[in-house]
T-cell receptor, first 115, second 114 residues
Framework: GDSVTQMEGPVTLSEEAFLTINCTYT??????LFWYVQYPGEGLQLLLK?????DKGSNKGFEATYRKETTSFHLEKGSVQVSDSAVYFC??????????????FGKGTKLSVIP | EAQVTQNPRYLITVTGKKLTVTCSQN?????MSWYRQDPGLGLRQIYY???????DKGDVPEGYKVSRKEKRNFPLILESPSPNQTSLYFC?????????????FGEGSRLTVL
């Protein structure tokens, strides 16, 4: 079945540091890829998405590029802020047969940004 | 304001005492789903619904029931809660019957079963 693998956390960075959170996937067919963010005490919210190979999703200074050749969708930000402290989930949505789609989440990576 | 509303947000109960966690969305979404979030395990889908009166099992349905009598509501029922159901629960919805990957989540319901 489909799967999403994220780097293990927690990740701790100083403010203004560069962020990369790795995400790789296994899927048959052509999935859409997503990053969700969960701030403390809140539900998940969609951060960015990419629907086909070489697409770049971006939002709030975060970026991720859909790399079909390496089956990856790494999340990056050039300069993190304390307010970026959250748990980040990589996810894919793919056709699973019989007219159905399946959404699969990674286990999440906790990011802490210190002043 | 477009939102998914869950209640209660926090609940402590005892083994075997039936409880219901309500979920309501005001976006006229077709698809609704319940997840549980546990440390080290990420999000796991419990049940989902693609339409009124249509529900199906997710990855971890044991011990849970759901119903979808109205489009906007999708309650999660624990008939006889056990301590291994202590978790953080999220309801989510999506516009179309099939998940597109773009889910709207509620704020979560933290359940403790003693």
């Amino acid at each position: 079945g489909d799967s999403v693998t994220q780097m293990e956390g927690p990740v701790t960075l100083s403010e203004e540091a560069f962020l990369t959170i790795n995400c790789t996937y296994t899927a048959t067919g052509y999935p859409s890829l997503f990053w969700y963010v969960q701030y403390p005490g809140e539900g998940l919210q969609l951060l960015l998405k990419a629907t086909k190979a070489d697409d770049k999703g971006s939002n709030k200074g975060f970026e991720a590029t859909y790399r079909k050749e390496t089956t990856s969708f790494h999340l990056e930000k050039g300069s993190v802020q304390v307010s970026d402290s959250a748990v980040y989930f990589c996810a894919l949505n793919a056709y699973s047969g019989a007219g159905s789609y399946q959404l699969t989440f990674g286990k999440g990576t906790k990011l802490s940004v210190i002043p | 304001e477009a939102q998914v509303t869950q209640n209660p947000r926090y609940l402590i109960t005892v083994t075997g005492k039936k409880l219901t966690v309500t979920c309501s969305q005001n976006m006229n979404h077709e698809y609704m789903s319940w997840y549980r979030q546990d440390p080290g395990l990420g999000l796991r889908q419990i049940y989902y619904s693609m339409n009124v009166e249509v529900t199906d099992k997710g990855d971890v349905p044991e011990g849970y029931k759901v119903s979808r009598k109205e489009k906007r509501n999708f309650p999660l029922i624990l008939e006889s809660p056990s301590p291994n159901q202590t978790s953080l629960y999220f309801c989510a919805s999506s516009l179309y019957q099939q998940p597109t990957g773009e889910l709207f989540f509620g704020e979560g319901s933290r359940l403790t079963v003693l």
